[in-house]
DNA sequence: CTTGCTGCAAAAGTTTTGCACACGT
DNA sequence: ACGTGTGCAAAACTTTTGCAGCAAG
């Protein structure tokens, strides 16, 4: 409520997941370098799913430039050190998102306009270790997409039902 | 038990996937080729999870030989046939298999050796028309893979941390 | 100062497309 | 015959890699 502008729920995860980073890369005997931190920024920028290219592009704009191979490099180091994941939308090109301290998310995925919405489903996780169980394997993540059509895209296809008949 | 091949359970299943696809075919006004067939046939050899270019290299094989073109076009349109569907098993590459009349399954994906096993799971399509309705969405299918540890690659890490240790 | 990191451009891998010719209906 | 389909090779796209110079610890 002052002035100033007060820590919010998000900078009070922004410093610890920036430490985080650090420590992982430290461990790894790897550097933080400036252009990592400024990709985590990017990535913690984003409320949802995003593609390698988009965060190039976003970072374009705001004069942050970093090469496509850097991103792509250090992507993989945030999801070996579990900040973000891979999120399974198509096959043609890789999404994420920031999954540090989150609970999996399922996904609500509109076929016709690509429009994606985020649920929780705390019940898959039970199945997953249940099956998990049942074969003897050690769970690591899991993934539930569901494909639709969203009451946009409905209406849009009813409108064009009208003009065909 | 007759000397003579009797039919099949593949048999009674290849003779009218056969047909919807010809029929599917006909109503878009496009043609039953001998490589769409060909390229048919060979899908429903498969018994799993296969990509498009398996199934280049076994049409190869088997001197069976069509065009990477072919099979791309080919496999587009079995899956607006509904004959098969895309799995997402990773971002790279499109996966595939046969799902007509087959309810969705779930995948249980081994990290470490890509190893796939199915399994049913009605109880899904119900959280997934659950939770379409709750968004005004109109369903059209779903995907859930578990990620995991196989007891195979469980017991290779276990060896590998004796020898570190 | 040592080791790892970056950017670039080229390579690699999958999927798509343009075009001339061939084939199903 | 007509309109689609096929094969080929090239293009398109995302992701990876090799290398020379640069920066972090």
């Not at 993934?143 to 009813?158: C, D, L, N, T």
Request: overall charge neutral; glycine content about 4%; some cysteine.
């Amino acid at each position: 409520m002052s002035e100033a502008k007060p820590a919010t729920a998000d900078d009070q995860l922004i410093m610890p997941l920036c430490a985080i980073f650090r420590r992982f890369l430290k461990r790894q005997g790897l550097k933080f370098t400036t252009e990592r931190a400024k990709i985590l920024d990017a990535v913690l920028a984003k409320p949802g799913i995003f593609e390698a290219d988009e965060l190039l592009q976003e970072m374009r704009a705001a004069d942050q430039r970093v090469s496509k191979a850097t991103i792509y490099r250090t992507l993989k180091h945030l999801m070996e050190a579990k900040i973000i994941s891979e999120v399974l939308i198509d096959s043609r090109q890789a999404h994420y998102r920031l999954s540090f301290g989150k609970e999996p998310k399922g996904h609500l995925v509109c076929v016709e306009t690509n429009q994606i919405i985020e649920f929780s489903a705390a019940e898959l996780t039970d199945m997953r270790n249940r099956l998990c169980k049942e074969h003897g394997f050690d769970p690591v993540s899991h993934r539930f997409v569901i494909y639709g059509i969203s009451p946009e895209a409905q209406k849009a296809e009813q409108a064009e039902e009208v003009q065909e008949g």
